[in-house]
């Protein structure tokens, strides 16, 4: 399978700890989107990475997030003291070129935090 | 600040019968225009996108969508739905021109529900 992959599926932690999650993009695709989806809303964006720099972060985020993408490749996003309110499902998207392009998204983290 | 707006939430329709979505978008620069579409237990895909030249723009499996510009509109449009057309739709939207811009804006989404 080419397209966008992400690891793991399905998280359950405990409030408090930490969680990262891994994206792997379209192989030629050289920008990186992250974003959050909850229950009855549509994606909201987290961040964004051109090659290996982090373009863009929301406001949204607080500092508890952290994403990298350290050779321009896969994509890490870490969650530190996890909230209940963090329960969502964080999704990763990948595209070529400008802003115009299509954003190719994978199947997405659930992320339960109890 | 970018803002999209879904006003239908749940569209319930038989096969054959005319869909219209509506999504209109705050943003006072030029824009690029996207639908997309998520299928049951499936990923989200492209349906269409606007950038620029002619505002009628043909997407897959017979949707189009329409940009008035005026309007700050792009409402989606299929005239005769089916059974798998039965998906979610989100309407976004992301800064155009020579910007840089990657983050892209979604609306809340519309969920068409065809009955057989």
């Known amino acids: 399978d080419t397209g966008v992959s992400q690891n793991p599926r399905h998280k359950i932690t405990k409030r408090g700890q930490n969680v990262t999650f891994r994206c792997d993009p379209i192989?030629?695709?050289?920008?990186l989107y992250w974003y959050r989806q909850t229950l009855g809303q549509g994606p909201e964006f987290l961040t964004y990475f051109q090659n290996e720099a982090q373009l863009e972060k929301s406001r949204l985020l607080s500092d508890r997030f952290s994403a990298e993408r350290p050779k321009g490749s896969f994509s890490t996003l870490e969650i530190q003291r996890t909230e209940q309110g963090d329960s969502a499902m964080y999704l990763c998207a990948s595209s070529f070129g400008r802003g115009f392009n299509e954003q190719f998204f994978g199947p997405g983290t659930r992320l339960t935090v109890l | 600040a970018q803002s999209v707006s879904q006003h239908n939430h749940h569209v319930i329709l038989s096969e054959a019968a005319s869909l219209e979505l509506g999504c209109n978008y705050s943003?006072?620069?030029?824009?690029?225009l996207f639908w997309y579409v998520q299928y049951p237990g499936q990923h989200l895909q492209l349906l269409l996108k606007?950038?620029?030249?002619?505002?009628l723009v043909k997407g897959i499996k017979g949707f189009e969508a329409e940009f008035i510009k005026s309007k700050f509109s792009f409402n989606l449009r299929k005239p005769s739905v089916q059974w798998s057309d039965t998906a979610e739709y989100f309407c976004a939207v992301n800064a155009g021109g020579n910007t840089n811009a990657g983050k892209s804006t979604f609306g809340d989404g519309t969920t068409l529900t065809v009955k057989p």
């Open positions: 606007y950038f620029s030249g002619d505002p």
């Open positions: 192989s030629e695709h050289n920008r």
């Open positions: 943003y006072g620069g030029t824009v690029n």
